[in-house]
Every structure is written in C-alpha cells, then in structure tokens.
C-alpha cells in the first residue's frame, strides 16, 4: 500500500506545478518580449502558444493523478484526492471538475459505510471504533463532509444532489420543511438528520471563508426548528449581516408562538440568541443538563426593543402553558425540566417582563415551593450571572478544597479553578495547576493554563509576553513552536530581528520532534509559512525538510489540520485548538 502522506504531497505537488502553470504568463511573456526585440519571435503567437502548452500540461498532470487515485488501496485517501482534483480544475474545465466530484462522493460513500476514517494500529473494541465514527460524521469529519466543502463552493446544483441522496438515506427525516405555509408542526431541538447536520456544518464553514449569500442558501431549507444548529448558526451570522439573521429569529419567534409541539426548551433555546449566543442549554425530563458551545467568542448582540420583547411574550406564552398529565407529557423537557428552564430564565424575566415573571414564579412555587431561581446545576447561571471576579474565585477556593474527601475531588477542583482564572488571563492559574496530586493530570491542565494565556496574550497583541509564557510555560515542543511562529508574525513588520529570532525558536521546537512525528512537519510547515515574509531562501529550506519529514510520517496529509487539547473540569470538556491553515501545505504553497 502507498504511504498516504507520499501520496498526499505528490497531489499538493501537482497543486503547486498547476498554479505555477497557470499563473505564469508574466515570466512567459517578458522572455518572449526579450526575443522579439532580437527579431527571433512573433510575440502575440508564441505567447499563447506556450501559455496554452502549460494550461494542458499542468491539467493533464492533476487529471492522471484523479485516474491513479481510482486504483488506490487506502479507500479513504481516494475521495480527497478527488474531490481536490475536481476542484483544481473547476475553473479550467468544470465538466470534468463535476465528474470528478461525483466520483469522489461515491468513493465517500463506500469509505463512510465501512468506517474508514477510523484507524489505529491498536486493537480497540468495535463498540468504542463505532462511537468515535459517529462524533467525526456529526462533527463534520467524514469522508462525505470533505467532499460537500468543496463541491459547496463551485456548484449548488451538485451539492444539492448530494444532499438528498444524504436525505434519502436518513430514517426518520419526513422530507418536509415547515415554512409557515401550513405543514405540520414538528418538535425542537430533536436529533439533526445527516443531510441537516452536514447543511450546517456546510453554512459555517461559507461563513468562516465570508461567503454569506451560500451559506444562507445551503441552510435555509433547515432553519425552521429552535434547536442548537439553527441558533448557533444565526448567532454567528448576526455580526456579519445583522438584519438577516433578526428577521430569520423572529421568524423562529412566531413559528414558536402557533407550534403546539413548542415546550420550555423551545423558550430556552430562543433566550440563547439574545443573551447567550455562544451558550446553548436544554434540561432534560430527568433534570440532566445538556449544552452545546460555539468555539467563537461572542457578545450578546444589541437587539431592538420590539424584538426582545416580543422574545419574552412568546417566551413567557410557552412556559406558562398548563402541563399534560404525567402519562401523557411527552415535551422534550418534562416537569423537572421545565422547572429548571423557568429558574434559569426567571432572572431576565425580571429585568424585562416583571408581570410575566411574578406568573412564572406562582407557577414555579405551586409545584416545587420554590420561587427563586438556583440550583444544584452550574448551567442554572452559567452565562446569564456576572462571573466571579479573581478574587472571590480564590477566597472560595479554600473553602471548597477544605471540605473535599477525597484527592481526586481536591484536583478536579483545581483543575476546575485553574482553566477559570486561565480564561481571565490570571497566572495565577500556573500555581493552581502545579497543586494538582496525579501528575499525569497535572500537567495536561498546566499546558491547558499555559495555552489559554499564551493565546490570550497572542489576541491582545502582547508578543513579548506570549514569548515569556511559551518560554517558560509546560508546553509541549509542538505547542511552543506554534507560539513562537504566531509571535513571529505579530512582530513581522515592527521589528524584523526579533521576529526572526522567535521564528528560528521555532525552527528549534519543531526539529526536537521525532521525524515520524506528523506533529513535526506541521510545525514546520508554520515555520516555512512565516519565513516567507521575512527569508525566502530559508523558507524553501524549511518545506524541504518539512517535505522530508512528511514522507516519514504515516499519518501526514499535508491537509488544514486543527490540534485539539482538551481538559476536563467540574463545569465541562475545555478545548483548546491551534493549527488550521498555519499546518496545510496547500496554503504553503500559495503563499511561496
């Protein structure tokens, strides 16, 4: 079997060599120029003809890579080189551009249907290979997804097409889209079908590279339920096209105020967008917290008047609807969780609608004897109270450490503690992390601590310090390499020595790193990518030996990776994540 990381590169490669080709008519042009001033050349003739020998040399090269590709043994690298190929040429010859895509999505489907995107040398049981196939399909990692970002962008028709075969294979899905014109009403926040998951994970991919109108249109079809993809999505899209994504909530907004099916999580959902826009919370009917959280820092969005407050009659409408008998509630949130959606909204209740609020706390009291909001769940709160300041944190700190029994509670406390003050840019995270007992744990959350200051300080454009912290922090060699080449480009055009300095730290981290190590040709690749504003000759240097440590690292792609460092605490899974465009070779290129 090939080296998928050789086969990679060979493709990335040819990528080069047709942008090359394609974007070359300067260079051919003054040679000719310098021949016809000799009186050796017709200048107009031999342009075109040497311009159009390249165009078919370069096409000819990326189209009998697409054909090798179909004889492929790793099944789940074909896709990707087809799909790649099909969008190298679109805009050279987009008939076979679309050939190229609909073979690669039936290469996809094959490599889905067997869980090739799972691999590990280690036997592992089928049922945990299963699970972890499941969260890459719903995250947006499987072999179909890749090819849908592409196709996205060149052509809706196709990816249309794709769609619905993803449609047609999804049990359950009624096929309906309830738009207001008297379709059946259908219950929020229940589980997102394939093809709905993808058209989501499609729109905020368009929304991240800035093609609004696309986005909009991929995801229309699937905006008509209050769940966590629909408002995730307009919280995003808010910043971008503010009116937009405001009618498309009050449309929500309605929709919500004439379905019978609308219960205390369809109200709680409508809150987030208002006042919680990274922030998702659903309570279930046995009072289980479940939330999701969008990675973009978000502010809640100046919304007018008429609209919140048309939030809050609507709102106030559902959760002041009288409950079914228990053997017949069949709402997504039960008694219990209604309860706890009443206690987490009663505060903004308050605020905006007193009336509205006293009715929601008789209610509240008529079941439970209970007319504050509270209660055993963080999420209660979380997002909608002013946080602790630094220090209130650290003087209940001591109490709580006091009355744990056991020392996994002392360090899940710190830990928790930490990625708190961590978050608010407070070192003295560092300390508290230091005081965790197991030390395998330890320092998984001091390199949490030390990311999250290091990247705090890269968004306040403090490079000095985001040195300081990458120099002297517990990192990682491949987490210090990033640091130092994201330094290296804040202080690129104010002071070139040191920039170069931090880039050669870099250079030093990356090479530290085993060669198999695909963490040590991205690192490179980041490297290489920042030399090319400052040292050309050393940024060739730097993809040779990147190239050269790629060819010895099986799992390298050369792809956009992200890095994912992940740390659990007493108020959830916190994530840190580097990487994207600085690891792909593809952007290397373009850049060089």
Known sequence: MRNRSTLGLKFLSLLCVFGLATSSRPQI???????????????????????????????????????????YQDQALRPKVLAQAADVLWNTDNDTGRTLFRRAWDAAEKGD???????????????????????????????????????????????????????E??????????????????RDNGPASAATAKRFLLARNLLAAGEFERALEYVKPVLDQVNSNSIGFLSLLRPRRSGIADQQYAFLLERAASNVLADANTASGLSSYIFTPTLYVT??????????????????????????????????????????????????SGRTGKDLVIRRLLPLFDKHAPETANALRSQL?????????????????????????????????????????????RDSIYADVAAKLAEKGDVAAQDLADKIAVSERRIQVRRYVD???VQIALKRKQALAAAHLAKTGQLSNMQRAWAYTQVSQ????????????????????????????PDRARALMAVAMQFVNIDLVRAWETLAEAIKSANSAQEFTGENDQLHFPVSTKSGLKIITIGGADFGLASLFRAL
């Open 113 to 167: 249907a067997q869980d090739l995107i799972f691999k590990n040398e280690r036997p592992i049981p089928v049922s945990v290979a299963s699970m972890v196939n499941a969260l890459r399909r719903s995250s947006g990692r499987d072999l179909r997804s890749e090819v849908l970002n592409l196709v996205a962008r060149r052509d809706s028709a196709l990816c249309e097409e794709f769609l619905h075969k993803l449609k």
């Open 169 to 186: 294979d999804t049990r359950g899905e009624s096929g309906e889209i309830n738009n207001g014109s008297g379709a059946a009403p259908t």
């Open 490 to 517: 804040l202080l690129a055009r104010t002071d070139k020595i040191r920039s170069l300095s931090f880039l050669n730290e870099a250079w030093d981290e990356a090479r530290r790193l085993d060669i198999t190590d």
């Open 365 to 409: 009291f008529s079941r439970t004897g209970e007319t504050t909001f509270g209660g055993d769940s963080p999420l209660i709160t979380q997002g909608l109270q002013p946080e602790e300041d630094v220090a209130d944190t650290l003087e209940k700190l001591q109490d709580r450490i006091d009355r744990a029994k056991t020392s996994n509670e």
């Open 29 to 71: 042009e003054k040679k000719i120029q310098d021949k016809a001033s000799s009186g050796r050349a017709d200048p107009a003739r031999e342009l075109d003809a040497q311009v159009e020998q390249q165009r078919v040399f370069a096409i000819s090269l990326v189209v009998s890579l697409a054909e090798e590709a179909r004889n």
């Open 283 to 332: 309570f279930s009917a046995e009072g289980n917290a479940r939330w999701s959280q969008l990675e973009e820092t978000l502010t809640p969005p100046n919304i007018s008047e008429p609209l919140r407050t048309r939030f809050f009659q609507i709102a106030g409408s559902i959760l002041l609807r009288p409950l079914p008998p228990p053997d017949q509630d069949f709402t997504s």
């Open 451 to 453: 990311m999250v200051l």
